[in-house]
């Protein structure tokens, strides 16, 4: 069971990118996505979450710029990011939390970062 990032790169301040991270392998069921960032010299924080249900929650500092959305039957979560400043400059991580087998306990599955740099 992996996650795989696509998407990232160098942008300017203001333009936009996409990524998008796809869950693969025996899922059973996968619960809560998300997107994280870790920039330089901080912790890991959270960027947006995204419920089964699509209930969506946002870092203020993304709120109104970013939109989380998610596929269920492709088991894809994406994240649409307009207006970028520099300092959304970080590596991002997609997080799923999936259950293998029914009954069985969900795990946090975390898929290898991919960096955005935002150019002032």
């Known amino acids: 069971v992996q996650l795989q990032a696509s998407g990232g790169g160098l942008v300017q301040a203001g333009g936009s990118l996409s990524l998008s991270c796809t869950a693969s392998?025996?899922?059973?069921?996968?619960?809560?996505m998300g997107w994280y960032r870790q920039a330089p010299g901080k912790q890991r924080e959270l960027v947006a979450k995204?419920?089964?249900?699509?209930?969506?929650n946002y870092a203020d500092s993304v709120k109104g710029r970013f939109t989380i959305s998610r596929d269920n039957a492709k088991r894809t979560v994406s994240l649409q990011m307009n207006s970028l400043k520099p300092e959304d400059t970080a590596v991002y991580f997609c997080q799923g939390r999936i259950g293998v087998v029914p009954g069985g306990g969900l795990n946090d599955l975390w898929g290898l970062g991919t960096l955005v740099t935002v150019s002032s």
């Open positions: 392998g025996r899922i059973f069921v996968i619960t809560d």
């Open positions: 995204i419920t089964a249900a699509a209930m969506t």
